[in-house]
């Protein structure tokens, strides 16, 4: 009795799956810290007219929302950050920024996103397709 089989078909296809892992968790690493990045952006959205110590963070000088930013640093790593000179005191509630207290609104934008979700959704996209 002759057999047949189609192993080397479903090899084929995981090794093709295989292959492009490595760039859809790059690609997935990227878009998490983008979506990280604007959630941050958007803590630091507050009117010239905001209250003092109302969060999200009143913009008055503009300060906060140029010093914003990320970057991959690995494969499966990456920061994000906001290099603005005064960031730390108003995340951290110091200096001038103490009577407000903390408004973490870096901790807050990584909270606000589902790490997970934004991987998973891409590497279904780019490896898990026919």
């Known amino acids: 009795?002759?057999?047949?089989?189609?192993?080397?078909?479903i090899a084929k296809r995981i090794k093709a799956r295989?292959?492009?892992?490595?760039?859809?968790?790059?690609?997935?690493?990227?878009?998490?810290?983008s979506r990280i990045d604007r959630a941050q952006?958007?803590?630091?959205?507050?009117?010239?007219?905001a209250a003092p110590g109302s969060y999200p963070v009143p913009n008055r000088t503009g300060d906060l929302m140029r010093g914003h930013g990320f970057k991959r640093t690995g494969a499966a790593s990456g920061m994000v950050f906001n290099t603005s000179g005064h960031?730390?005191?108003?995340?951290?509630?110091r200096g001038s920024s103490a009577p407000y207290?903390?408004?973490?609104?870096?901790?807050?934008a990584a909270k606000s996103v589902d790490e997970t979700?934004?991987?998973?959704n891409?590497?279904?996209s780019q490896v898990f397709t026919p």
Do not use: Q, W, Y
């Open 41 to 49: 952006v958007e803590n630091l959205a507050g009117s010239k007219e």
């Open 117 to 120: 979700m934004v991987i998973e």
């Open 1 to 9: 009795m002759k057999m047949h089989s189609n192993a080397d078909d």
């Open 101 to 108: 207290g903390r408004r973490p609104f870096l901790e807050d």
């Open 87 to 93: 960031a730390f005191a108003v995340h951290e509630g």
């Open 122 to 124: 891409e590497l279904r």
């Open 18 to 33: 295989a292959a492009r892992l490595p760039g859809a968790l790059r690609s997935g690493i990227r878009t998490l810290l």
